[in-house]
């Protein structure tokens, strides 16, 4: 009994080091295909990967996926203390970088301090991200006369943010699916605070349908979709003026603060 169990034992270690060697070789041919590739087919591939996690944990692979990962052309870097303005992909307004950046862009924004944001239209997908470990870590204040930080004509996503209006609405949705995750949104209380309100939606959200050979689909073309986020002051967290409604409204309570997830569609 004892020389068959020890020879069941062999075959089952020499089965299990057998499949060891078969994961790691493939893992390594893997690896070893992905790094023939070229550098701009690799940032290609790069580019259709969430900025974080998925880009981030990329960068920690190797040196040259560490360079490829946080090249210029993946991110657009906004650092208000910058001085050399010919670096490529850095630039000294949020504004700037909107203006500069191509559709698909990601604009990571320095944290510390705050960024002036006044109405500026955002007609192209984009994603704005914050440096910081936390959404206090990077404010952007818009400050009165101004009828929103952001004007946003275009399927766009904030995340990581602390929007500050100190009358009027942190956002204007105009059109576009807007993504919103893991910000603070913030309306200064004061004698008009009936004027301001975190969120403005003026789509009209018309329904597409999508022909499909399974089941008929129907996608929303304009919709604004908020988890995780803190929103404080105002008259309210979300204002409607067009055809889309809140959806599916769910709050968490806190000591601190209230976390919002929501949709409108």
């Not at 003026?241 to 209230?258: D, E, K, P």
């Amino acid at each position: 009994m004892e020389t068959e169990e020890k020879s069941r034992w062999k075959r089952g270690r020499s089965k299990s080091s057998l499949i060891v060697a078969c994961n790691s070789s493939y893992s390594s041919s893997s690896s070893s295909l992905m790094n023939s590739l070229d550098d701009g087919c690799i940032m290609h591939i790069f580019s259709f990967l969430s900025p974080i996690p998925d880009r981030y944990n990329a960068a920690l692979v190797s040196r040259r996926w560490y360079y490829l990962a946080c090249h210029p052309r993946l991110w657009l870097r906004v650092d208000r203390a910058i001085k050399d303005s010919s670096e490529p992909g850095v630039f000294p307004s949020i504004e700037t970088a909107v203006s500069a950046a191509r559709p698909g862009d990601t604009i990571c924004i320095g944290a510390g301090g705050s960024h002036d944001v006044r109405d500026i239209q955002i007609k192209k997908p984009l994603c704005l991200l914050g440096g910081g470990e936390h959404p206090d870590e990077t404010t952007l204040v818009c400050s009165r006369g101004s009828e929103s930080a952001f004007e946003f004509l275009s399927t766009c996503k904030l995340s990581n943010l602390t929007v500050k209006a100190e009358l009027g609405c942190c956002l204007l949705h105009r059109s576009g699916r807007l993504t919103i995750e893991r910000c603070i949104l913030q309306c200064d209380e004061n004698p008009l605070d009936y004027l301001s309100c975190a969120i403005v939606s003026t789509a009209k959200g018309p329904v597409v349908p999508i022909p499909d050979d399974a089941l008929p689909a129907l996608v929303q073309a304009d919709s604004v979709s908020v988890s995780r986020t803190r929103i404080e002051g105002g008259s309210k967290a979300v204002s409607t003026n067009g055809t889309l409604a809140l959806q599916r409204v769910r709050v968490i309570y806190s000591r601190t603060a209230l976390l919002f997830w929501f949709d409108v569609k």
